[in-house]
């Protein structure tokens, strides 16, 4: 399963980094082993280029090892002259230009990607997808081949381009229908075109034609993929379509955690407190973050810790994150020859908020042993409200020692 999502500098808003997070959460161990995803980075700026593939790199370097997650660019010469196009639909010279460069921006993926797998997905930057979506796609895909459909496109999600699947084998033609018509329409368009070119007769009506077409271009529903931005690179527009197939977002993730004494410094909008989220009940949602504003978690009796996620922002607020902000604990017993930085108060820092993701995720260290309190510290002021989606707190479990055979 090839994954092909293209990416451009954005002036307003990147989704990119929580696109990728999302994608490769919900995938499970073996569905990541049989898929790659591509990212395009389809600009030409050098430095902007390497700086993205940096940030990728870092947050994501086990998937760049394993091989899930690949980068590529493209060479400044693969783009026409841009001043060059003709202006076709009475569009602005400035949406001819973007259009026409998604177009060329898909071939590109396609081109790369029709030699990497059996199936292709095209994606965009700014999406959400269901838990085990890669499973769910290959099971329908190979539902149709059974059956001995004869299919060109398998459509998860019923906006644009978004979740259009398609055999490796068929891409070449996809890329030479959209590199022929690339100044003329919309990616969208010309995908229809193809379809319709490819099956229906010109001396049938349009109903035959649409039957001709949806006998090829097959719908899964509820969709798998949900568009989730609201800024597009074309500069100026806004886009609020939603999948209304795709069903309800999740806005929070719920666990049980270990008893606590709860307390916090923010103050929380309407019923979205501390306590509902940490019983996971739903999100916690605090009134603009100030530097040493905290949310603390009070063990009753102190535990040892294994590991920790706190996940910040939702689909539905995306940028209601904690920026610079740090996760910290207080040991029962001062760990000797500790290196973590350590606090005036006797905090050890264990993990940071990361900009991109808006989550923080670790270990406490085992020789810390019982760990009285676990903090969040807001270390900067904030513009913007503060959203926590997931509380995941683990006790260390200790396994019993087996019992010896008797003599």
Known sequence: MVLGIPTVKREVQSYLMSTLQNLIENMSPAEKKDSIIIVFIAETDKDFITRQAVEIETHFQEHIETGLLEIVAPSANFYPDWTKLQQTLGDPPERVKWRTKQNLDFAFLMMYAQAKGTFYVQLEDDILTKPGYVTTMKNFAYKQ???????????????????????????????????????????????????????????????????????????????????????????????????????K?????????????????????????????????????????????NISFKFMPPIKIEKFLFRSGNPEHPDDKFFNTTVEVLPVNDPSKQLLPKTRDGYYVVGLFKDTTGISEGVVPADFGPISTLRLLVRGDSERWAILSEIFIKPLVMSSPKPGKER
């Open 249 to 293: 977002l999740a806005l929070h993730y719920a666990h049980k955690n270990p008893s606590a004494e709860l307390s916090t410094t923010l103050r929380s909008y309407k019923t979205y407190n501390l306590l509902r989220a940490y019983k996971g009940e739903t999100f916690f949602w605090g009134l603009l973050p100030q530097r040493g504003d």
């Open 145 to 247: 081949i059974t059956n001995k459909k004869d299919w060109l496109i398998l459509d998860f999600c019923q906006l644009g381009f978004i979740g259009k699947m398609f055999k490796c084998v068929d891409l070449s033609k996809l890329v030479a229908f959209f590199v022929m018509f690339y100044n003329d329409k919309p990616v969208d368009w010309l995908l229809d075109n193809m379809v319709q070119t490819k099956v229906c007769r010109f001396d049938k009506d349009v109903k035959e034609c649409k039957k001709q077409k949806d006998a090829v271009w097959l719908h899964y529903k509820p969709s798998l993929f949900q568009h989730v931005g609201t800024h597009s690179s074309l500069k100026g527009k806004v886009q609020k379509l939603k999948d209304k197939q795709f069903g």
